[in-house]
Nanobody
């Protein structure tokens, strides 16, 4: 059983940065592909980014490509999401997820299954 705990969310102004962290316990993070989804009020949960914690292969949603960077620290069982140039439309609850795919086609066809979710951390981008 894998437990995921997120931290780092908050209220920031447009153009600011935040770094989210996801700490895994109960297993080692290098056994999973770990990533982030987000859900804004009234909207469906959507993928943001995912990383293969073994070879570092990454996936980014088009909406965050070039602004967000996902990274892993396997020694600390932690995955980070560095979010730069934040926009109001980035406002959402951000969830850490295990066994997300890194292939874009998987998201396009919705052929994937998340095995574990964290509880989420809120991110609000407003002036």
């Amino acid at each position: 059983q894998l437990q995921l705990v997120e931290s780092g969310g908050g209220l920031v102004q447009p153009g600011s940065s935040l770094r989210l962290s996801c700490v895994a316990s109960g297993s080692t993070v290098d056994l999973y592909q770990i990533g982030w989804f987000r859900q804004a009020p009234g909207k469906e949960r959507e993928p943001v980014s995912c990383i293969n914690t073994n070879d570092g292969t990454t996936y980014y949603a088009d909406s965050v490509q070039g602004r967000f960077t996902i990274s892993r620290d396997n020694t600390k069982n932690t995955v980070h999401l560095q979010m730069n140039s934040l926009k109001p439309e980035d406002t959402a609850h951000y969830y850490c997820a295990a066994n997300c795919p890194v292939l874009r086609l998987s998201y396009m066809t919705k052929r994937y299954k998340i095995d574990y979710w964290g509880q989420g951390t809120p991110v609000t981008v407003a002036s």
